[in-house]
């Protein structure tokens, strides 16, 4: 199982440290980065890795975008949507209150678990990644 970063690697990419959760994170998402690159071709190391070192930083960082998005929001990936945090729809603390979309987030998270968020498939596709396009040799 290929697993493109490390927890080390997400407390840098988001300026935090890893959650305790992060090698389950981190090999979750990787599964999702895995599947969106299924279709791009480009070389490899002997443990499957791409050569290209711009690739492989790519990888690394849509993994901990997806990654990151699953900690702040409360998600464990492993167990699909029963592992979703309730969402709060609004909260009051000493007079302040906070709302949110219920169900924009909701949906959101939701789909996190099937795919890629939008910003790690940005990533991807910048370096040339996960592309639908039709190719032949």
């Known amino acids: 199982m290929l697993v493109y970063a490390t927890p080390t690697e997400l407390a840098t990419w988001t300026g935090n440290p890893a959650p305790a959760n992060a090698t389950a994170l981190l090999r979750e998402a990787s599964i999702l980065v895995a599947d969106a690159c299924l279709a791009d071709i480009y070389d490899t190391t002997p443990d499957r890795m791409p050569t290209d070192q711009s ?32 969402i709060v729809v609004s909260s009051s603390i000493d007079g302040a209150s906070e709302t949110t979309n219920a169900a924009e987030l909701e949906a959101a998270k ?28």
């Not at 790519?58 to 945090?85: L, N, Y």
């Not at 939701?110 to 040799?137: H, I, K, Q, Y």
């Open 55 to 86: 690739l492989r930083d790519a990888m690394r960082d849509a993994t901990c975008v997806q990654a990151a998005f699953w900690a702040e929001h409360g998600i464990d990936p492993a167990k699909g949507r029963a592992g979703m945090d309730e």
């Open 110 to 137: 939701a789909s996190s678990l099937d795919g890629l968020v939008p910003t790690a498939l940005r990533l991807l596709r910048f370096a040339g990644l996960a592309s639908n396009a039709v190719r032949s040799w």
